[in-house]
């Protein structure tokens, strides 16, 4: 069992603001994914990373892949309230797909 | 492309009932698989599919079984639901263990 440990839990912040959220584990990730996940709704992909230090940016959010692969990042500068979600990360070992417990992330206007 | 759809979205259930969870996908994904997501869990694997007749176990298997008849539908059943079991199921779907795409959710509540 793979387990994937997300920092912070929770995050609450005022628009405009940078953050950073992590995804660590003490085993290899295969791969990793960042979901994010509004109320009600499933999970939706954000990216996936794969190389040890590989940098990914999707707009304002910036995702670094640790040089081991052990870690990852994400960083979203100048967060809106159209950020606000649950933020997961996620390897997938053998034909399983290890989920993260999330960072509950809500930008106050 | 309707993507992956679940059904019921809402459910109450006596402890004791047996229900089934619908999940269809028109992606011709290979890999489907059913989570049940809690509060301060995360989300946690139930049951897997890699291809049609193909069905494997999950980290949280018990009380649930799965049959994959054909590549699109991969239906949850629960045999004889308990409180444990009241939680958010989500089914997801895809191509050679890439992105996974999410239905919306089916709510159960077991009383």
């Known amino acids: 069992t793979q387990l994937l440990e997300q920092s912070p839990q929770f995050l609450s912040i005022q628009e405009g603001e940078n953050l950073t959220v992590y995804c660590n584990s003490s085993?290899?990730?295969?791969?990793l994914q960042w979901y994010r996940q509004e109320p009600g709704e499933g999970p939706v992909l954000l990216v996936t990373?794969?190389?040890?230090?590989e940098v990914k940016k999707l707009k304002r959010l910036t995702f670094q892949f640790g040089d081991a692969r052990k870690d990852s990042s994400l960083h979203i500068t100048a967060a809106q309230p159209g950020d606000t979600g649950l933020y997961l990360c996620?390897?997938?070992?053998?034909?399983?797909?290890?989920f993260g417990t999330g960072t509950s992330l809500t930008v106050i206007p | 492309n309707a993507g992956v759809t679940q059904t019921p979205k809402f459910q109450v259930l006596k402890t004791g009932q047996s229900m089934t969870l619908q999940c269809a996908q028109d992606?011709?994904?290979?890999?489907m698989s059913w989570y049940r997501q809690d509060p301060g869990m995360g989300l946690r694997l139930i049951h897997y599919?890699?291809?049609?007749?193909?069905?494997d176990q999950g980290e949280v298997p018990n009380g649930y079984n799965v049959s994959r008849s054909t590549t699109e539908d991969f239906p949850l059943r629960l045999l004889s639901a308990a409180p444990s079991q009241t939680s958010v199921y989500f089914c997801?779907?895809?191509?050679?263990?890439?992105?996974?795409?999410f239905g919306p959710g089916t709510r159960l509540l077991v009383l």
């Open positions: 997801a779907s895809s191509a050679h263990l890439g992105a996974q795409y």
């Open positions: 085993s290899v990730f295969s791969s």
């Open positions: 990373v794969v190389t040890g230090g």
């Open positions: 996620a390897d997938n070992t053998g034909n399983q797909f290890y």
């Open positions: 992606m011709n994904h290979e890999y």
């Open positions: 599919s890699v291809g049609a007749g193909i069905t």
